[in-house]
């Protein structure tokens, strides 16, 4: 999907919370690096993510290219079902330490 159409994409995704363009332009920037099929992944997570929390949301976006450093894109939403579990159980922080740590919390479980 080429920036533009990303970008256009993203942007309805996230309208509700009012995400900067320039914010949206540089998620877009980091989306369009990834083959099509990821970059719709992803943009199906921050759906899910988005109506729960905001910044959950951006943390993800944040650690989406060092999570697929070693998920499979396929593993994407059982990663994102854990890190919202992480999230209702234990709040924002330890969501995103879940996932910085994707190797250590999410794969040595499964």
């Given at each position: ?31 369009a690096g990834w ?27 944040d650690q989406a ?46």
């Amino acid at each position: 999907m080429e920036q533009v159409a990303l970008k256009e994409r993203l942007s309805s995704l996230v309208e509700a919370g009012g995400l900067d363009a320039w914010s949206v332009e540089e998620y877009a920037e980091q989306l369009a690096g990834w083959p099509e099929e990821v970059q719709q992944e992803i943009l199906r997570q921050v759906a899910v993510i988005w109506p729960v929390s905001h910044a959950l949301c951006f943390a993800f976006l944040d650690q989406a290219r060092a999570g697929l450093g070693c998920l499979h894109p396929s593993q994407l939403p059982e990663w994102v079902n854990a890190i919202l579990d992480v999230y209702e159980r234990d709040g924002l922080q330890q969501a995103r330490r879940f996932m910085a740590e994707v190797e250590s919390t999410f794969l040595c479980r499964i």
